[in-house]
């Protein structure tokens, strides 16, 4: 853990026009308030923390969710510890790592007696709701997650397992009959939170929003999005190759968006994200039409990034910074610091913990991640040294791109991972070489670094209990493989033999 002063925490935001910050002081938790803070936590699916205007690139059109950072504080290094869906949703409610929530890969269903931030909030007295895609309850995509206890706490819900068409969309509520959305799926999520946030009710409230956008099929957003960005006019980042090439079937990716190429994917992957914003816009002027601005704890984040070409790679399940770098940014009024940047190290197991510390809910059971809160509202708290990094069962497009088990350490200058054997994987120096094109993996002039981020690793390995076994290990050690099993069956039509 590191010490951390509130100068050497909090630094100058870079976005222009940036509001005068709050005075800091030393913020105040909803259990010292005496006011029980609302909640509105919104995430989308597969945006990079680097992309927005605020988080340094201009690129990208971002205006409410650069508001957004100049009326909050914005964490510049935040992570996803495992970089894919399910696994990264089950540690954002859990607060608990894959080997304790049992979620070790993509479509394994949340156990129902799992303890999530949706439990905690309404046995709190919340009024909570989700909204959007879940990808929590395992096979087939499509299946009702009934009222009760699948649902991990939340009672107002309008959501769907997993589905990434967001043209002709589907919610269920409350019963088994599929509610076909009229408008793309964004739009008619944040419909349903607004309608949420209308409702009379004494209750302080936590609505949670899971966008499906940017993640792919990057095509499929409205044209006057796509309009903003021609790809001519798309800089692609000093890590992607020349000769990347879209129709290469060791990187795969979806017929109509590799028809658009590689700038053309990336700017309609811009285009999403400014389609994004919009609607958060939406969110931020209904909370100040209905006067819960103030005290609603607002915050926009993602569940794990998109390599989109970079380092030649495509999607995630990656420890390079295009995988696992997500924004964060947290607005309360009169409590988080405004129109500051955080250079302090987050991660996604982190954030259950953390909002409960915000609100003042009870950790019990205690989480694995580490309640950050006291630092979110600028105090001096000791803070993480280093993030814990790992992919436990590669599959799908990381199986397709050849990528074994690895795991991994992001410290706040280096990047290392390694493969199960122990042979390096990579090292990079984040500070000198921002868009990691030097591997120093192995380097006898950086082996007292390699060794130091080597020493956190096991670190991490011997907190979560992590005996880093193959991905099939795992599963069978936990009981799993028959849900493995069920997986590989609806997805790619045949099981392995082994579940």
Same mark, same amino acid.
């Given at each position: 853990?590191?010490?951390?002063?509130?100068?050497?925490?909090?630094?100058?935001?870079?976005?222009?026009?940036?509001?005068?910050?709050?005075?800091?002081?030393?913020?105040?938790?909803?259990?010292?308030?005496?006011?029980?803070?609302?909640?509105?936590?919104?995430?989308?699916?597969?945006?990079?923390?680097?992309?927005?205007?605020?988080?340094?690139?201009?690129?990208?059109?971002?205006? #409410?969710?650069?508001?957004?950072?100049?009326?909050?504080?914005?964490?510049?290094?935040?992570?996803?510890?495992?970089?894919?869906?399910?696994?990264?949703?089950?540690?954002?409610?859990?607060?608990?790592?894959?080997?304790?929530?049992?979620?070790?890969?993509?479509?394994?269903?949340? !156990?129902?007696?799992?303890?999530? $931030?949706?439990?905690?909030?309404?046995?709190?007295?919340?009024?909570?709701?989700?909204?959007?895609?879940?990808?929590?309850?395992?096979?087939?995509?499509?299946?009702?997650?009934?009222?009760?206890?699948?649902?991990?706490?939340?009672?107002?819900?309008?959501?769907?397992?997993?589905?990434?068409?967001?043209?002709?969309?589907?919610?269920?509520?409350?019963?088994?009959?599929?509610?076909?959305?009229?408008?793309?799926?964004?739009?008619? %999520?944040?419909? @349903?939170?607004?309608?949420?946030?209308? &409702?009379?009710?004494?209750?302080?409230?936590?609505?949670?929003?899971?966008?499906?956008?940017?993640?792919?099929?990057?095509?499929?957003?409205?044209?006057?999005?796509?309009?903003?960005?021609?790809?001519?006019?798309?800089?692609?980042?000093?890590?992607?190759?020349?000769?990347?090439?879209? #129709?290469?079937?060791?990187?795969?990716?979806?017929?109509?968006?590799?028809?658009?190429?590689?700038?053309?994917?990336?700017?309609?992957?811009?285009? #999403? $994200?400014?389609?994004?914003?919009?609607?958060?816009?939406?969110?931020?002027?209904?909370?100040?039409?209905?006067?819960?601005?103030?005290?609603?704890?607002?915050?926009?984040?993602?569940?794990?990034?998109?390599?989109?070409?970079?380092?030649?790679?495509?999607?995630?399940?990656?420890?390079?910074?295009?995988? $696992? #770098?997500?924004? @964060?940014?947290?607005?309360?009024?009169?409590?988080?610091?405004?129109?500051?940047?955080?250079?302090?190290?987050?991660?996604?197991?982190?954030?259950?913990?953390?909002?409960?510390?915000?609100?003042?809910?009870?950790?019990? !059971?205690?989480?694995?991640?580490?309640?950050?809160?006291?630092?979110?509202?600028?105090?001096?708290?000791?803070?993480?040294?280093?993030?814990?990094?790992?992919?436990?069962?590669?599959?799908?497009?990381?199986?397709?791109?050849?990528?074994?088990?690895?795991?991994?350490?992001?410290?706040?200058?280096?990047?290392?991972?390694?493969?199960?054997?122990?042979?390096?994987?990579?090292?990079?120096?984040?500070?000198?070489?921002? @868009?990691?094109?030097?591997?120093?993996?192995?380097?006898?002039?950086? &082996?007292?670094?390699?060794?130091?981020?080597?020493?956190?690793?096991?670190?991490?390995?011997?907190?979560?209990?992590?005996?880093?076994?193959?991905?099939?290990? %795992?599963?069978?050690?936990?009981?799993? &493989?028959?849900?493995?099993?069920?997986?590989?069956? &609806?997805?790619?039509?045949?099981?392995?033999?082994?579940?």
């Amino acid at each position: 853990m590191n010490r951390c002063t509130r100068r050497e925490f909090l630094k100058t935001s870079a976005a222009a026009g940036a509001a005068a910050p709050l005075a800091l002081g030393r913020g105040t938790r909803a259990e010292d308030a005496g006011r029980q803070p609302n909640l509105v936590f919104v995430f989308s699916d597969q945006h990079r923390g680097m992309d927005m205007a605020c988080a340094g690139n201009a690129q990208v059109r971002t205006p #409410h969710m650069d508001r957004l950072a100049r009326e909050g504080l914005r964490l510049s290094h935040c992570y996803a510890n495992a970089p894919v869906c399910t696994p990264c949703r089950a540690m954002l409610l859990t607060g608990n790592y894959p080997l304790t929530n049992q979620v070790l890969a993509n479509d394994l269903p949340l !156990p129902e007696d799992a303890v999530s $931030i949706g439990d905690r909030l309404q046995k709190a007295g919340y009024r909570t709701g989700y909204v959007g895609k879940w990808h929590l309850d395992g096979v087939p995509r499509d299946r009702f997650t009934p009222p009760g206890p699948r649902r991990q706490g939340f009672e107002y819900w309008a959501a769907w397992n997993c589905s990434h068409n967001y043209e002709n969309a589907f919610v269920f509520r409350d019963e088994p009959e599929p509610v076909p959305l009229e408008t793309f799926e964004p739009e008619a %999520h944040t419909d @349903f939170v607004l309608d949420f946030l209308d &409702a009379e009710d004494d209750r302080p409230f936590a609505i949670f929003l899971s966008w499906g956008p940017p993640h792919d099929p990057y095509f499929m957003v409205p044209q006057t999005y796509l309009d903003q960005y021609p790809p001519e006019d798309v800089e692609l980042r000093p890590n992607t190759p020349e000769d990347a090439d879209p #129709h290469n079937p060791q990187r795969p990716i979806g017929g109509r968006d590799r028809e658009l190429g590689v700038k053309g994917m990336l700017a309609a992957y811009y285009a #999403h $994200i400014t389609a994004l914003d919009e609607q958060l816009g939406r969110i931020m002027t209904k909370l100040e039409e209905t006067d819960q601005a103030e005290n609603t704890i607002l915050i926009y984040t993602s569940d794990h990034g998109d390599m989109l070409w970079s380092q030649g790679m495509v999607k995630k399940q990656q420890p390079w910074e295009e995988s $696992i #770098h997500i924004p @964060f940014i947290v607005r309360w009024p009169g409590h988080t610091p405004a129109g500051e940047t955080s250079g302090m190290l987050f991660s996604v197991a982190d954030i259950a913990p953390t909002l409960e510390g915000l609100l003042g809910v009870q950790q019990d !059971p205690p989480m694995e991640g580490r309640d950050l809160s006291p630092a979110l509202l600028g105090q001096d708290i000791e803070t993480p040294d280093s993030v814990f990094l790992l992919d436990m069962m590669p599959s799908d497009e990381a199986a397709v791109q050849g990528l074994q088990e690895w795991r991994g350490v992001r410290t706040a200058r280096y990047t290392y991972a390694r493969y199960r054997d122990g042979t390096p994987w990579v090292l990079y120096d984040n500070e000198e070489d921002p @868009f990691q094109l030097n591997n120093l993996a192995e380097n006898p002039d950086y &082996a007292d670094i390699q060794a130091d981020c080597e020493a956190k690793l096991r670190e991490w390995l011997n907190r979560t209990g992590d005996a880093f076994l193959s991905g099939r290990e %795992h599963l069978e050690a936990l009981g799993l &493989a028959k849900l493995w099993g069920d997986r590989e069956e &609806a997805l790619r039509g045949q099981r392995p033999d082994w579940t």
